[in-house]
C-alpha cells in the first residue's frame, strides 16, 4: 500500500496549529495539493487546490472587507481599497502561512520542493487561500472568519499607522522625484520559466545606478519587490 505524502496524525497537528477540527479531513488535504503534485502522484481522481483557493480568495475578501467597513466608518472607499489590498497582498498571506507552518505540510513535486517550492511566496499565499476555502465548506461562515480575524487582522494597524498600504513603487517613485528629480526605471534581467510558471527578475535603476533588484511570477511584482529592497537600502546621492 502506497504511503501518503501526510499521516492522519500529521494532519491532526495541522488542525491543531489552525484551531479548526475539520469533520471531512480530505478538504484540508486537497486544500495542500499544489498542482505539481497531481501528475507526480499518479492517482486518478486527485484535484490540486485551485478550486479551493478561488473560493478562499473570494470569502477572504468579504470578510476583510466587511471588517474594514465596521472598523473604519470614516474612511472612504480608496482608502478601505488600499487597506484591503496591503493586507491580502501575497507577501502578508505568506508570511502569515509560514507563521502557521504550512509549509511543513504541503504536497507537492519533488521538484518544485528542490527549488524552494516550499517557501515561494505565491505558493504559501496560494495555499493560504485555499485553506480558508475548505474551511468555509467544512466548518462554515463565522469559523473561517474567527481564523482569517485571529490570523490576519492583526497585521491591519501597523498598515494603517505606517501606510504600508501605498506601494512601493509609488513610495520610491516619491522619494527619487523629491530628492534626485528623477524617476525610477525598471529592466527586466531574467525570464525563466514555462509561460504558466515563469519567474522574472528586475532591477530598478535611478541616474544609471542600481538601486535594488526583486523576482517575481509577473513583472509587476518583481519590480514591486525590486522597489521595495531600493527603499530598505535608499541613501540619498547628488
Known amino acids: ?9 500529521k494532519l ?5 496549529t489552525l484551531n479548526v477540527k475539520f469533520e471531512n479531513i480530505t478538504l484540508l488535504e486537497e486544500a495542500l495539493r499544489h498542482r ?5 502522484a499518479h492517482e486518478p481522481g486527485l484535484e490540486s487546490n485551485e478550486r479551493l483557493e478561488f ?20 474612511r ?9 489590498a ?30 524552494g517550492g516550499r517557501t515561494r511566496p505565491y505558493i504559501l499565499a496560494n495555499t493560504f487561500e485555499a485553506v480558508l476555502g475548505a474551511i468555509y465548506l467544512d466548518q462554515g461562515y463565522e ?6 480575524l485571529n490570523n490576519l487582522i492583526k497585521k491591519l494597524d501597523r498598515i494603517v499607522k505606517q501606510r504600508l498600504d501605498i506601494d512601493s513603487k509609488s513610495k520610491l517613485q516619491e522619494l527619487s522625484q523629491d530628492a534626485l528629480k528623477e524617476t525610477p526605471v525598471y529592466e527586466v534581467m531574467s525570464e525563466n520559466g514555462p509561460d504558466h510558471n515563469k519567474e522574472f527578475k528586475v532591477k530598478v535603476i535611478i541616474r544609471n545606478k542600481k538601486y535594488g533588484e526583486g523576482t517575481g511570477k509577473s513583472k509587476q511584482e518583481a519590480e514591486q519587490r525590486a522597489a521595495a529592497v531600493a527603499l530598505e537600502h535608499w541613501v540619498e546621492t547628488s
Do not use: C, W
Request: glycine residues 4%; proline residues 2%.
Open 12 to 16: 491532526g497537528q495541522f488542525e491543531k
Open 76 to 84: 472612504d472607499e480608496g482608502d478601505l481599497t488600499s487597506f484591503r
Open 143 to 148: 469559523v473561517v472568519k474567527k481564523f482569517i
Open 36 to 40: 505539481s503534485f497531481i501528475n507526480e
Open 1 to 9: 500500500m502506497k504511503k501518503p505524502l501526510i499521516e492522519k496524525d
Open 55 to 74: 473560493l478562499g480568495d473570494a470569502v477572504l475578501e468579504l470578510v476583510i472587507t466587511e471588517y474594514l467597513f465596521s472598523k473604519y466608518p470614516n
Open 86 to 115: 496591503a493586507l491580502v497582498r501575497t507577501e502578508s498571506l505568506a508570511e502569515t502561512a509560514l507563521e502557521l507552518h504550512y509549509s511543513d505540510y504541503l504536497y507537492m513535486s519533488r521538484g518544485e520542493e528542490v527549488t
